[in-house]
């Protein structure tokens, strides 16, 4: 029985690989829960509501940040994707760009363990952001 399960799993999931727009439909949507953790954690640290969840949404964001370089396979621009081509056409640019917002994801995530003022680590994580779609996001509403 496991193995019908498993061998059904693989045949969905490179069903969905196949599918440009199935999976720029996912980028989207974990893409939108990383802006949504961040407007989270951005009203936390400026409203001063919910402090006691800092650490809950920072740990949040160091799993999406660990999905996001995955979520850009080639094949899925194009269509109602806001990837620019540079993604694909600069993969080891487009790569390091992931690498610092995972670190930046990371370092955050440390420092609302540690309790102590989160305000750098959060500047950074927001920086790795913006960097990110400065190339290789396009610009929209």
Not at 59 to 84: C, D, N, R, T, W
Not at 124 to 134: A, E, F, P, V, Y
Request: charged share 25%; with cysteine.
């Amino acid at each position: 029985m496991r193995i019908v399960i498993l061998v059904g799993a693989l045949v969905l999931s490179a069903g969905a690989l196949a599918d440009g727009k199935t999976e720029a439909k996912y980028r989207s949507h974990v893409m939108g829960a990383i802006g949504q953790t961040m407007q989270a954690l951005g009203t936390i640290a400026r409203g001063g509501v919910h402090a006691e969840n800092m650490k809950a949404h920072a740990a949040i964001m160091v799993q999406l940040a660990g999905l996001a370089p995955h979520v850009f396979p080639k094949g899925s621009g194009g269509g109602e994707s806001e990837a620019k081509p540079a993604v694909w056409d600069d993969a080891p640019g487009f790569a390091k760009a992931m690498d610092r917002f995972v670190e930046a994801a990371a370092e955050f995530d440390r420092s609302a363990k540690a309790g102590g003022d989160v305000g750098s680590a959060m500047g950074d994580l927001g920086r790795s952001c913006k960097g990110c779609h400065d190339d290789y996001r396009e610009e929209h509403d």
